[in-house]
């Protein structure tokens, strides 16, 4: 392979379906506004049932992190699991045609498993523009290390990894090996911690896996509180900056702060005009932080880049950037 | 079936897959700007992988009418024929979801043409929101007399056929089914001339189907001049209103006219700030109409309702109604 990348990312290869949804559907569906449950098939049949007319668009949040970066003008390069049918040819589509190298091993109806279809994100956004996720895995669970190709996690600066694939036990795996991979080849490490479910049902393996093979964290202000169960925002913070060499944590509105070996930098959100759909905006603030540090940049303008691409992304339904944010950053003057 | 309908629509069932494109892309691609051509399996797969990262969403020109009399308060049916899989899931699910009766009999793996997926129409959309349309119609094209089931096209006020179906043998055959017992039922038969390209393939058999069964056809103005092969608008729109009770054409920015029993009715375009993507501008227009018709109003307010409706799709991507086209209707006070 004679490629070389900014960011490898590894996550879960989840189709998005986006439909408008009432507070009042949620309440009824028990769905705890803002957050992302795991469902099963028939679970996830029943949903999709009562929801809305919706689009379908690529998703995932490490496969949005890396459109992110490709749409900055980095390079990029995704792994994940899709299955051999319609949908996992569109999530195939649309990250190689946004330039993220992209070379999956679909899911063959022959392997365990093989009746698994390319994984979904029932996504209710209510008129706030929050949005309420049900993801069904499918076979995005089913990634496992030999999905982790060698020559790709080698040939970028950074791993980028994905926190949802904690859960299930060969997509870890696949995980602890890209983490091995690119340690042995000298390249940072980042995680994000996906999601405050997440961080509850695997608070101690995190926290373990942080200590001993990562470099850079993402996290929102309520994974990060619950990582170190604490409700004091600063000492979370700096108990996950103690840890590794840049902690970068998300507060919606209120921006973001990023705590560089020990040194704090403040970055104020983009004032957009309306928030249409939240969906990718850690994803994107994650780009951008991401496509700043594998270029060098300095940690402020790192945060800005974060900044324009989330503010980009919650002004219109979808979890990937529409405009370009390499245009977005030349015109802020950042790049 | 104890259902009434204002509306059943029969088309072609298909999933859109719009993406943006530049002018160059579609010259390099021999893709006439603003057109519709019929591709197979291999050039859809070809073409798509040229695309750029798109969003799918259920289309389908009368699928697209029956939503839009959904979204002013009507009540419609659907007919048109999905395969048993994801994409025919979807499209069933999104038409369902916005109010619309369809009772799909999905295309089996045992029948005639059984592997054929889901129709797609893939959507390249210009920055000046014109759309180029190249459609796979996969099983949307096996429609049988079969699927026409009399209880539904009886039980409507109007059946309204989408000229697109003049294309396979079969699915004109469902088509003059329908038109037979909707004739039968003393119900009003409308048509859509769907493109010009249909129109110069069977003229005279549009013509011929015109005379002997058609009450209210739609068009624009390519379509009407292309039907009585005249550059002249005027004389186009008189030849077809002396074959039928209502004549509805539309011109895009420059408004439409209907003529009915003799009558002309001007009716302007509705105002907007930006054109995004003019994908379901005439289907929705259509809706506004049929919906008027359906509820016995007076001709410009009909117009005015396809006007408002036309409106609504081409200020966001996608061909169906984002904003609920009764509360526009209400506010606008034509209902």
Redesign the interface.
Known sequence: MSHSFDVVAVGNAIVD?I?PATDAFLAAESLPKGGMSLIATTAADAL??K????????GGSAGNTA?GIASFGGSAAYIGKVAA???GE?FR???T??GVHFEPRPLSPTEPSGDL?TGRCLINVTPDGQRTMSTYLGAANALTPADVTAEVVQAAQIVYLEGYLFDPTEARAAFVKAAGLARDAGRKIALTLSDAFVVGRYRAELVDFIDSHVDIVFANEVEVTALFETEDFDAAVYQLAAKVEIAAVTRGAEGSVIVANGQRTEIAAEPITAVLDTTGAGDQYAAGVLFGLAKGLPMATCGKLGAIAAAEVISHY?P?PQASLKALAQTAGLI
């Open positions: 379906v439909a999709y049932a929801m809305s007319a919706g689009v379908e668009t690529s459109a049918d319609v949908l569109v589509h649309d990250i045609a946004i279809g979808g990937r």
